[in-house]
């Protein structure tokens, strides 16, 4: 998301020299910097290096004058021995700098942050400031906790302010131009480094005792008072501030720019978070809007998350009609107002700029939680048949209001209803870990319009949709109607037809004949029927640019009041989001003829008790295309989330790892074979209740043009006693030590007849 014409390429390294210059104006820089001692610089640079020694140790005493008391008394000691290492016998000890530093957390965080040892109401601010700036609010409600204390200890090597380049070594007789190849022979100066007094101007060959530079023709070379070489494209200048008309490399660049802003965001959220369900399975996702709510940008996270957000974004401001301030971040998980289903928990942060009025941005981060309540450990029950069951239903929730963490009204929310969540601690971590990612991004986005501006960034937030929906009208013009009915393995039934007006290069997607909305959790919300329409757009574009509501542009929607896929209240919606977001784009894929369908399925396992709770998604097989085999064992299409490391899962949950594996000759034959699904075997030490919610356990999924179905998928445990359970494709079951649990994916379908198949 950056210019690469405002960067100084900085070359070092035996041949850098002779290549810089080809670098730099392949990446666009115009600017080259050589160090005098380029070819030889990390050597110069273990030679001159400081010095270091870091001690640490815990502390975990609340930040009040007795515990700062005891922080000095213990940095004193580590300051001691951080100090005997560098300087044995005290030698040199003037010379050593030394940082003592305390990490606090408020309250029951597990985030510490550092700060610099001073008196008390100096470290107390200097907490809350470095808070504010990382979290987005304060804490000073909570008890601050000195958990930690750190000293680093630096000895200089050298006196950087005195240390001195030696000049280059003095050249033998070297003839003053030699036959060199500038894209074709030509004689060429050979200038000494030393010997270089005036700008010079390529081609030319400047050499020295341990290096040879290569100035191509269209660069100009100069030295520097420290000895450096400067190298500079001729002619080049400086880039005038970004204009808000449109350019096509500018609109590639704010793409970049506000894909960068959300990755940033992400980054924040995975380092911060405390359930592993987030911090190790990324189930997580980050997204900037405009003024209305529109999706600009994402990072690339779970598609189903961010085709929905922007539902979210304009449901904020809606409820609160225009009444937004400045410090305030609003919490929503309702699947009617934008959400997804409910573990799914939304952070909506306006941003303003200056004194203005009213938001000119908008910064959300949703993250499934390890628990909200309902029926069952880890909010995915089965078997739900309204939204109470499962679990607590944020509408628009003030949860940050005027710079302040509404906590005590957060953890009473948490705790309303028949069923409350069982590890409220936990949601209230991860909540502040999105709200410190939704804080990086309006840091982002201040840091972009001081160097753009505020015109430029707003013209291209409209630019880079602009850009996207050109984009899909293209891939429209090469699509084909169709239609398409996919039966589900409850007998519901997903009905789409496409239609493609080619003048207008306008597509409209009828979901009209999809089964009514029942009394079961695999209603998907009409959020979750439009990011799952805007994905498989997306997927048709060959260009990578961000999915956004551009995306959507040239679509009509057409999703009936009361269907599977625009439920009213109160209906379930658990597995609507997991398992019917999927069989509504392997249908969409299905009606234009492009691609097989995939497992159909995100094979949701939950287990857990009181105390401990945990989520997974399990991938199985992609389906073929008419120019690719399916890939085997892959997260497919709405869900990219990361499965728990096994050595994570493991020392965190009472569970083993038996079995993890591909499930061999489970895709569909065809001319392109279906991906294989996958065989995930988990043993359990401990009792706990478990939940599974899938698809294509009864319906195989679907192979096209001749190509055969993948296999189905199944599940069963097999108990400490050897007897064996099966399970159906939605199950609740109780496991304790000794039981295994084995679920089988299905494998994508094939594409095309296999008797086709070319020879080998």
Not at 155 to 170: G, I, R, Y
Not at 543 to 559: H, K, T, W, Y
Request: charged share 25%.
């Amino acid at each position: 998301g950056r210019d690469a014409g405002e960067f100084t390429l900085f070359c070092f390294g035996g041949a850098a020299g002779q290549h810089g210059c080809r670098v730099a104006r392949a990446a666009g820089v115009r600017r080259i910097l050589v160090h005098p001692l380029a070819s030889v610089l990390a050597a110069f640079g273990i030679g001159v290096a400081d010095r270091l020694a870091v001690r640490r140790a815990s502390l975990r005493r609340p930040l009040d004058e007795a515990g700062l008391a005891a922080a000095r008394t213990a940095l004193d000691e580590l300051e001691s021995e951080a100090r005997a290492e560098l300087t044995p016998g005290g030698a040199d000890g003037a010379r050593v700098r030394i940082a003592r530093l305390l990490e606090v957390r408020a309250g029951d965080s597990d985030v510490a942050l550092s700060v610099p040892l001073g008196r008390l109401g100096e470290l107390r601010e200097a907490f809350h400031a470095e808070h504010l700036r990382r979290f987005g609010f304060t804490a000073r409600a909570l008890e601050a906790v000195i958990e930690s204390l750190r000293v680093e200890a630096r000895l200089a090597s050298v006196d950087a302010a005195t240390l001195v380049m030696p000049e280059p070594a003095a050249a033998g007789e070297l003839p003053q131009r030699v036959r060199a190849w500038f894209g074709g022979w030509r004689e060429v100066p050979l200038v000494p480094m030393g010997a270089l007094r005036a700008e010079l101007e390529g081609p030319a060959l400047i050499v020295e005792a341990h290096s040879t530079v290569v100035l191509e023709e269209g660069w100009r070379a100069r030295r520097l008072p420290g000895g450096e070489l400067l190298l500079e494209e001729s002619g080049a200048l400086r880039r005038p501030r970004v204009a808000a008309a449109a350019d096509p490399a500018r609109i590639e660049i704010f793409n970049n720019l506000f894909m960068h802003i959300a990755e940033q965001m992400g980054e924040v959220l995975k380092s911060t978070a405390q359930s592993v369900n987030i911090r190790e399975r990324l189930d997580y996702s980050c997204a900037l809007f405009d003024a209305d709510g529109g999706l600009v940008a994402n990072a690339p996270h779970m598609p189903v998350h961010l085709g929905s957000m922007g539902a979210s974004v304009r449901a904020v401001i809606a409820a609160r009609r225009g009444r937004l301030e400045p410090g305030d971040s609003w919490l929503l998980n309702s699947p009617y107002h934008g959400g997804t289903h409910l573990p799914d928990m939304t952070v909506v942060t306006p941003v303003f700029m200056g004194a203005r009025a009213r938001p000119r941005f908008f910064v959300a981060s949703r993250a499934h939680h390890a628990d909200i309540g309902g029926m069952t450990p880890g909010s995915m029950p089965p078997f739900s048949r309204t939204i109470e069951e499962e679990g607590a239903l944020f509408e628009c929730f003030a949860l940050v209001s005027g710079g302040k963490l509404r906590e005590s009204g957060l953890r009473a929310a948490l705790a309303a209803g028949p069923w409350p969540a069982r590890k409220p601690g936990q949601n209230v971590a991860d909540l502040r870990a999105q709200l410190a990612a939704n804080a990086r991004g309006i840091a982002e986005i201040e840091r972009a319009v001081r160097r753009h501006g505020l015109d430029a960034m707003c013209a291209y937030m409209r630019l880079v949709q602009d850009n996207a929906a050109h984009s899909v009208r293209n891939a429209i013009g090469r699509l084909q109607p169709g239609s398409f009915r996919y039966p589900m393995d409850d007998g519901q039934l997903i009905a789409v037809r496409v239609d493609i007006d080619r003048e207008r290069r306008r597509a409209r997607v009828d979901f009209t004949g999809t089964s009514p909305e029942g009394a079961h959790n695999f209603n998907a919300p009409r959020a979750v029927c439009t990011a799952a329409v805007l994905y498989v757009f997306r997927t048709l574009i060959e260009r990578p640019i961000p999915l956004n509501e551009g995306c959507l542009e040239p679509l009509e929607l057409v999703i009936p009041p009361g269907s599977l896929l625009d439920p009213r209240p109160p209906a379930a919606v658990a597995a609507g989001n997991v398992e019917t977001s999927q069989c509504i784009v392997d249908a969409l894929y299905g009606a234009l003829g492009i691609l097989a369908a995939s497992q159909g399925t995100m094979n949701n396992l939950t287990f857990g008790d009181e105390r401990l709770q945990y989520y997974e998604t399990i991938a199985g097989g992609a389906g073929a295309g008419a120019d690719f085999d399916g890939c085997d064992a892959v997260q497919t299409h709405m869900t990219n989330s990361r499965l728990t490391d096994p050595e994570i899962l493991e020392s965190t949950f009472p569970v083993l790892v038996r079995e993890f594996a591909i499930r061999r000759g489970s895709g569909g034959a065809g001319r392109h074979r279906g991906g294989d699904g996958i065989v995930r075997r988990l043993e359990f030490r401990a009792r706990f209740s478990g939940a599974l919610l899938a698809n294509h356990r009864r319906v195989a999924p679907f192979g096209l043009f001749g190509g055969e179905p993948g296999e189905r998928g199944e599940a069963f445990i097999r108990r400490a006693d050897g007897t064996v359970e099966p399970l159906g494709a939605t199950a609740r079951f109780e496991v304790g030590p000794g039981d295994e649990l084995t679920i089988l994916t299905p494998g994508g379908g094939g594409f095309g007849s296999p008797d086709r198949a070319p020879p080998p």
